[in-house]
């Protein structure tokens, strides 16, 4: 068994059918390239295993940066996109590989996943420790009457450049550029809205979809004043006429008042500390744990 990184140019079309074949059919070399090359965050860290020039195992690591208003940063790397052929399961490659690529990677502060429930206990036999009870996936009724400030909301221009948010916060966060947003929500099933207030560009990206056959708004990601958080959940919903909304419980989206709300779950996370330490600050959103990344 022979472990190397992975070539990005040579390597990608045979990972993708390996995965194609082992993980996830509708796996494409589009996506391994959004994610993994194209990140604004860098290019992600990755190893493959190879027997008789075969690839039959890859480990990625996706840089996945948190920062907050003032220019601090943890530096960040996410397991993604793990995958080991069928012939050769219970060999103990996924553990190596994992490993492996650790090694190459020595500027970072903090590992971040979303295992399934496969992996997830591997994980934990790795050392790595589960986010309990902070986060939870939330859906409520939001009201239609407007008590607070009228936002303007418009399209955001994606031909400009803001190398930085408005953040008001001192939360570590993933949303804070326009590049960032860019990237991460170029689907066109995601919908992005700006509002300016006192000069500041404020986002909230969202998409629409039936939960359980109801139209529901799904928040994704908010960047900006967290402060009027909740007047831009109301004018989203307006302007939508959908007053269902469902989201991932965290420090910036709790100032959202619901006039009725449930919860929905435990978002399952795992972190193993490197540089850091993993505290309040670090604010993770529904965007950050979709299935699509």
Same mark, same amino acid.
């Given at each position: 068994?022979?472990?190397?990184?992975?070539?990005?140019? #040579?390597?990608?079309?045979?990972?993708?059918?390996?995965?194609?074949?082992?993980?996830?059919?509708?796996?494409?070399?589009?996506?391994?390239?959004?994610?993994?090359?194209?990140?604004?965050?860098?290019?992600?860290?990755?190893?493959?295993?190879?027997?008789?020039?075969?690839?039959?195992?890859?480990?990625?690591?996706?840089?996945?940066?948190?920062?907050?208003?003032?220019?601090?940063?943890?530096?960040?790397?996410?397991?993604?996109?793990?995958?080991?052929?069928?012939?050769?399961?219970?060999?103990?490659?996924?553990?190596?590989?994992?490993?492996?690529?650790?090694?190459?990677?020595? #500027?970072?502060?903090?590992?971040?996943?979303?295992?399934?429930?496969?992996?997830?206990?591997?994980?934990?036999?790795?050392?790595?420790?589960?986010?309990? #009870?902070?986060?939870?996936?939330?859906?409520?009724?939001?009201?239609?009457?407007?008590?607070?400030?009228?936002?303007?909301?418009?399209?955001?221009?994606?031909?400009?450049?803001?190398?930085?948010?408005?953040?008001?916060?001192?939360?570590?966060?993933?949303?804070?550029?326009?590049?960032?947003?860019?990237?991460?929500?170029?689907?066109?099933?995601?919908?992005?809205?700006?509002?300016?207030?006192?000069?500041?560009?404020?986002?909230?990206?969202?998409?629409?979809?039936?939960?359980?056959?109801?139209?529901?708004?799904?928040?994704?990601?908010?960047?900006?004043?967290?402060?009027?958080?909740?007047?831009?959940?109301?004018?989203?919903?307006?302007?939508?006429?959908?007053?269902?909304?469902?989201?991932?419980?965290?420090?910036?989206?709790?100032?959202?008042?619901?006039?009725?709300?449930?919860?929905?779950?435990?978002?399952?996370?795992?972190?193993?500390?490197?540089?850091?330490?993993?505290? #309040?600050?670090?604010?993770?959103?529904?965007?950050?744990?979709?299935?699509?990344?």
């Amino acid at each position: 068994m022979e472990y190397r990184s992975l070539n990005f140019e #040579d390597d990608i079309n045979e990972v993708v059918l390996l995965i194609n074949d082992n993980l996830d059919p509708l796996y494409t070399k589009e996506l391994i390239l959004w994610k993994h090359l194209h990140n604004p965050f860098g290019k992600s860290i990755a190893m493959v295993a190879v027997i008789d020039a075969k690839i039959v195992g890859v480990v990625f690591y996706m840089r996945y940066n948190f920062e907050n208003n003032k220019g601090k940063i943890v530096k960040t790397i996410r397991p993604l996109d793990v995958c080991t052929a069928s012939s050769q399961r219970g060999k103990g490659i996924f553990k190596i590989l994992l490993q492996k690529c650790l090694e190459t990677a020595k #500027d970072y502060d903090l590992l971040f996943s979303t295992p399934n429930k496969n992996s997830y206990p591997e994980f934990i036999k790795l050392g790595w420790s589960a986010l309990k #009870d902070q986060y939870y996936f939330k859906v409520g009724i939001i009201s239609p009457l407007n008590f607070g400030r009228s936002l303007k909301l418009s399209e955001v221009d994606l031909s400009i450049n803001v190398s930085r948010s408005q953040n008001n916060h001192n939360y570590l966060v993933t949303a804070n550029s326009l590049e960032f947003i860019k990237w991460r929500y170029k689907d066109s099933d995601y919908n992005i809205k700006q509002f300016i207030i006192d000069g500041s560009m404020n986002m909230i990206v969202y998409r629409v979809e039936k939960l359980k056959g109801i139209k529901t708004i799904i928040l994704c990601d908010y960047m900006g004043d967290e402060t009027i958080i909740n007047e831009a959940v109301k004018s989203i919903s307006r302007l939508e006429n959908i007053f269902v909304l469902y989201c991932l419980n965290n420090s910036i989206t709790k100032n959202i008042k619901f006039i009725w709300s449930k919860k929905q779950g435990d978002a399952i996370m795992i972190y193993k500390e490197n540089n850091c330490n993993f505290n #309040d600050n670090i604010s993770i959103s529904l965007g950050d744990i979709e299935a699509r990344l």
